[in-house]
């Protein structure tokens, strides 16, 4: 037992990861029961086994490598989670804040620097670099409280953004400037500012121009969970590179490639699902606990002179943010407490203010001695520490009072006493995914409320064979849909009518609405809704979703709705407005109405009401009749969604009798969704000798009329 101090550090590769899972597992559940945030619980803890502790493990390559994928994960998120319209909407207060949590500290830094610290003016201007810029540590707390797209939250996360670019632009000049002073070769300083800024223009234009096409074209090719995951890792670690060659850091690169990846990566995505857990799971608290091991806290008590210096950045450093979030929450008119989120937010310090640092160590000011000492690097480091607790304690709180006071944004939508229960029919392994995605975007995860995924195997001589093929792919989608943590329960039933097998699902299970998919022809003579889609929306009344989707959901980039007049007036009105606007805001993209004035003004009046921040435009369509003129403005990568109505309704038309042909006229190619909303009627299980047992898709009269005109064509070519 003497000895034992000759184990410490551990190099073994297998026990160090071992030792890290365990700091993994077991200090958020201390630091839960000591109210503490647990991103400070892994500072701690790296503190505690790191070389300046108990020395139990070193900080080797692989606390270098997974620290710095750690770092570009919060970044990552950060870009992927922001409210892209959000951004757009307050762009020019996005600057403002981004221009004063930038200048506020970096004028206060600098005074203090050479006030109080006595550093020289470039190591003054590289610590004012350090505290102008700062690292989103405290974020996955605020995901924690389901905040990601909040106001606060959104204008702090591209503030930050803005500063440390800021920083590194600054220091980017310092070190080219130092450089050629040093040299004695002088410089320009327009130069060098012109230079840094092609770079970043050239590289942010490459990212948007090049990304987003091969993005589409690669989601649509490759539906593979896997191969998308490596894909979009792939394009991570190129934006970090492409970043660190023209001479930002990649921390910066990370973050752009989640917002160019934004749209694509839908928030309830099973791909969402999976980076998120990588994330938090492993490099996330690598990370944290990589920044702990770097920390010295014998230096506090080695030097006055060092805990002085500490107080200084961590006091003047702080309070340059603290006056920067406020003030601009003032400025903005928002409540006290967003501008304490706002503060507690763009508050920390991490792996950013190392890199920094670590540049001036590098840089000579005479032989042997560095623009920045061993004093100044010791005190960066306890910096951070502190920085760290203030940023996660604030942001806490400022989580807290946020849900408590008012509906996180993003949830205002989600109402209270939905009947909400989906029931999901599944026939084909092309479809499935995409109608369990379909489904996923379209609940309220407020309610929480799992899927019901439903296979209907015809009673015939190969029912068998059939019946195991079902159950294969309700487990696909039960994997599916867990993958992005969403509850499914799934059913296999054998009918010997396939409508009256999912009615009575439906019935069981009590449903709320379907989701299907469409019906696809096996030859010209089939008719457009199949054998059993017709004598389903005609038998129930309630909401049915009919989708032909030929591509990934996320590389949709338009929904265009067509929407018969009076359909204001149907009972199901609400629902599927609900549904499509949640669908569009979740997606990211824009959405499009087209109907007459009297119904748009009342879908519009919805639309604000309910759902603000949505992308929606109003087109005028005067004619069902005008239809088939839509065709030429559907795009390939645009879901085209028609509201149809069922006969003897308030909304019905003459002219849904020609939907079915004049969609495989126009419409053959498209991504197509009809929605049949909820209509007054009988209930499913009322059934009389009066109402016909089986609906033909074809009346004798439209079958003669066919005829008819197949003879004067034929008539017409002789």
Not at 18 to 26: A, G, M, T
Request: charged share 15%.
């Amino acid at each position: 037992m003497a000895n034992i101090a000759a184990y410490f550090p551990v190099s073994d590769t297998t026990w160090i990861f071992f030792i890290v899972l365990l700091i993994i597992l077991f200090a958020p559940m201390i630091m839960s029961r000591l109210r503490i945030p647990h991103i400070i619980g892994m500072v701690i803890a790296g503190i505690i086994v790191g070389q300046y502790g108990l020395n139990i493990l070193e900080r080797d390559a692989s606390f270098e490598l997974f620290g710095q994928v750690g770092l570009y994960f919060i970044m990552f998120l950060a870009g992927l989670e922001m409210d892209t319209e959000g951004v757009r909407k307050h762009s020019s207060r996005m600057l403002i804040f981004g221009l004063l949590t930038f200048v506020v500290p970096f004028l206060m830094v600098y005074l203090a620097g050479r006030q109080l610290m006595n550093y020289s003016v470039q190591a003054t201007l590289l610590l004012c670099c350090v505290m102008a810029s700062n690292t989103l540590i405290a974020y996955p707390i605020v995901c924690k409280y389901g905040l990601q797209r909040h106001k606060a939250v959104t204008l702090s996360v591209g503030a930050s953004m803005f500063a440390l670019l800021m920083a590194l632009l600054s220091l980017s000049i310092i070190v080219g400037l130092y450089d050629k002073e040093t040299s004695g070769e002088g410089g320009s300083l327009v130069f060098t500012v012109v230079w840094m800024l092609g770079k970043l223009c050239l590289y942010m234009a490459g990212m948007v121009f090049f990304i987003p096409r091969i993005t589409r074209w690669f989601l649509r090719h490759y539906a593979d969970g896997v191969t998308q995951f490596i894909y979009v890792l792939s394009i991570l670690f190129l934006s970090a590179a492409l970043t660190d060659l023209i001479g930002l850091e990649g921390v910066f690169g990370a973050f752009f490639a989640g917002l160019v990846l934004n749209r694509y990566i839908p928030q309830v995505s099973p791909l969402m699902g999976r980076l998120e857990f990588i994330g938090n799971a492993i490099f996330i608290p690598y990370f944290l606990i990589g920044v702990g091991m770097l920390i010295n806290i014998r230096t506090l008590f080695e030097s006055w002179h060092t805990a002085y210096i500490v107080a200084c950045m961590v006091v003047i450093g702080t309070l340059g943010k603290m006056v920067a979030g406020y003030v601009a929450g003032l400025s903005f008119r928002l409540p006290w407490v967003h501008g304490r989120m706002m503060f507690g937010l763009t508050s920390a310090h991490a792996a950013g203010s190392i890199a920094i640092i670590m540049v001036g160590r590098h840089l000579e000011v005479s032989p042997g001695v560095y623009l920045v000492d061993a004093e100044m690097l010791n005190g960066v480091v306890m910096m951070i520490l502190f920085t760290c607790v203030i940023s996660s304690i604030v942001t806490e709180s400022a989580s807290r009072q946020i849900v408590l006071k008012e509906s996180p944004v993003g949830m205002e939508e989600e109402k209270k006493g939905d009947d909400e229960k989906i029931l999901i029919p599944l026939s084909g392994e092309e479809s499935c995914e995409k109608l369990v995605t379909l489904a996923i975007l379209m609940r309220n995860r407020t309610l929480n409320r799992g899927l019901i995924g439903l296979n209907v195997t015809l009673d015939d001589a190969h029912v068998a064979v059939y019946q195991a093929r079902g159950k294969a792919l309700l487990e696909r989608a039960v994997k599916y849909a867990a993958a992005a943590d969403v509850r499914m329960q799934t059913q296999s039933r054998i009918a010997t009518n396939i409508a009256n097998g999912i009615m009575h699902a439906f019935k069981e299970n009590q449903a709320s609405e379907i989701i299907m998919g469409m019906y696809e022809p096996r030859s010209e003579k089939d008719g457009f809704w199949g054998v059993f889609t017709e004598n389903l929306f005609t038998e129930l009344n309630r909401q049915i979703i009919i989708a032909r989707i030929g591509q990934p959901l996320s590389t949709i980039r338009r929904i265009q709705v067509a929407v018969p007049s009076r359909a204001e007036f149907e009972p199901g009105f609400h629902r599927w407005m609900d549904r499509l606007a949640r669908m569009a805001a979740r997606m990211d993209c824009r959405i499009v109405f087209h109907s007459k004035p009297s119904t748009l003004v009342l879908v519009e009046q919805y639309i604000q009401n309910v759902y603000p921040e949505l992308r929606a435009e109003f087109l005028t369509m005067n004619q069902w009749s005008e239809l088939p003129e839509l065709a030429a403005s559907i795009k390939e990568d645009h879901l085209f969604v028609i509201v149809t109505a069922r006969k003897s309704t308030v909304s019905y038309k003459h002219a849904f009798e020609k939907l079915p042909s004049e969609l495989k006229q126009y419409y053959h190619q498209q991504n197509l969704m009809i929605i049949f909303p909820d209509q007054y009627g009988e209930p499913v299980n009322v059934m009389t000798f009066a109402a016909p047992q089986k609906k033909e898709q074809h009346s004798a009269y439209s079958q003669i009329n066919e005829w008819i005109k197949g003879m004067r064509q034929k008539q017409r070519s002789s």
